[in-house]
């Protein structure tokens, strides 16, 4: 269960996982507050059930109903373990599967728990207090868990995401898009413009080295809260005419496959897609040194990493690769080589069913 069923690194990894699982063991069903979106028409193509649970907010006058009306969803179809893959539906479906229903309650924590406001985060550690367990995405977040979340180890359960490594790939005669200039060196990045991102520091950091080489563009694709700021502070650095600002879009692998040095720079982070994508489309990476990025980067071997928050640490990095071409080509293959080994959906999705086994052992249906 998600939120809702459209763009998003954590709506990706439930459909994938969802349409991955073994059927002869499992039978599907995904539930959302609203199952529109890309998503949900690709689950309903492979003939995944959908569930709508209608929440609008959890003080919603509906709000009671429509979670009464996911726990009779849940003893009807005798579902035997409801996973929550996000906040909101840990919130609201953690509480119905436990005290409504016979099934399995399982929660995730896929980012740092002072990214949920207060309130919220109170709610979230009560949810995921009373499940049977948690899924988390990376050594980081399980130790986050334990130390500041009072979560005991042994419920905590590690299932690191996969990609989908036939869609992210490297293809080295793609043509580039439209707004980027042949030749042009490009540093870049790809997310979700929030301030947990860190983008001022790439824009800074650009700043610093752009007179490193001819040709340098820095390119950043997405949308979000963070768009005016980091176009006034491109203006201010002097930097606009080299900057290229595009919206989200569904073409990821394309205009990953356009960037040559990927920056991730968040301040906080646990296990990134978009790192692992790029890192799975051949770019050469640098990441902030925080979260689950040295799970992925290896400094020095399959990319660097940097101080977070620290332009003049992010600059340092850049200058090694923009001035050292066949180092840029060895960290970018190294960290490709070791994202297509490891990181398949159907490693991520055999992973998940160890974790649901293992729950629903000696569990028959109808047990507390």
């Not at 439930?14 to 499992?26: K, Q």
């Not at 692998?253 to 720079?265: A, G, K, T």
């Not at 040295?294 to 200058?319: N, S, T, Y």
Request: proline share 6%.
């Amino acid at each position: 269960m998600a939120r809702e069923l459209h763009h998003g690194g954590c709506e990706r990894q439930l459909t994938e996982i969802a349409l991955a699982l073994d059927r002869e063991r499992f039978e599907v069903h995904v539930g959302a507050f609203r199952v529109e979106g890309m998503r949900a028409g690709e689950l309903r193509s492979a003939g995944v059930p959908l569930v709508s649970v209608p929440v609008k907010s959890f003080w919603h006058p509906g709000t009671l109903a429509a979670l009464c009306k996911l726990g009779s969803y849940i003893r009807a179809h005798r579902i035997h373990l409801v996973h929550a893959f996000d906040v909101p539906l840990t919130i609201a479906a953690m509480p119905v599967a436990r005290f409504l229903s016979p099934a399995i309650a399982l929660a995730s924590q896929r980012s740092h728990l002072d990214l949920i406001p207060k309130q919220g985060r109170r709610l979230v550690l009560f949810s995921e207090r009373i499940a049977h367990g948690v899924v988390v995405n990376c050594e980081y977040m399980r130790r986050h868990l334990m130390e500041d979340g009072n979560i005991p180890p042994e419920r905590i359960h590690l299932c690191r995401n996969g990609i989908n490594l036939n869609s992210f790939r490297r293809e080295p005669d793609a043509a580039r898009p439209a707004a980027l200039p042949l030749g042009a060196l490009v540093i870049g990045a790809l997310c979700v413009l929030r301030p947990e991102k860190g983008l001022t520091t790439l824009v800074d950091a650009f700043a610093l080295v752009r007179g490193a080489a001819p040709g340098l563009r820095l390119l950043i694709v997405g949308s979000g809260p963070m768009l005016p700021e980091l176009r006034r502070r491109a203006r201010e650095r002097g930097i606009s005419d080299v900057c290229i600002f595009e919206p989200s879009t569904d073409q990821v692998p394309q205009w990953l496959r356009s960037i040559d040095v990927f920056v991730l720079p968040s301040l906080t982070e646990a296990l990134s897609n978009s790192l692992m994508e790029a890192m799975a489309c051949g770019c050469c990476c640098a990441a902030s040194r925080v979260g689950g990025n040295p799970e992925l980067i290896e400094d020095g071997f399959r990319g660097l990493l940097f101080k977070a928050g620290d332009p003049a640490d992010l600059a340092r990095a850049l200058r090694e690769v923009i001035l050292n071409p066949d180092l840029r080509r060895r960290l970018a293959e190294a960290g490709h080589d070791f994202l297509h080994a490891n990181f398949s959906i159907a490693a991520a999705a055999r992973r998940m069913e160890e974790v649901y086994t293992r729950l629903l052992a000696g569990r028959p249906f109808g047990r507390q």
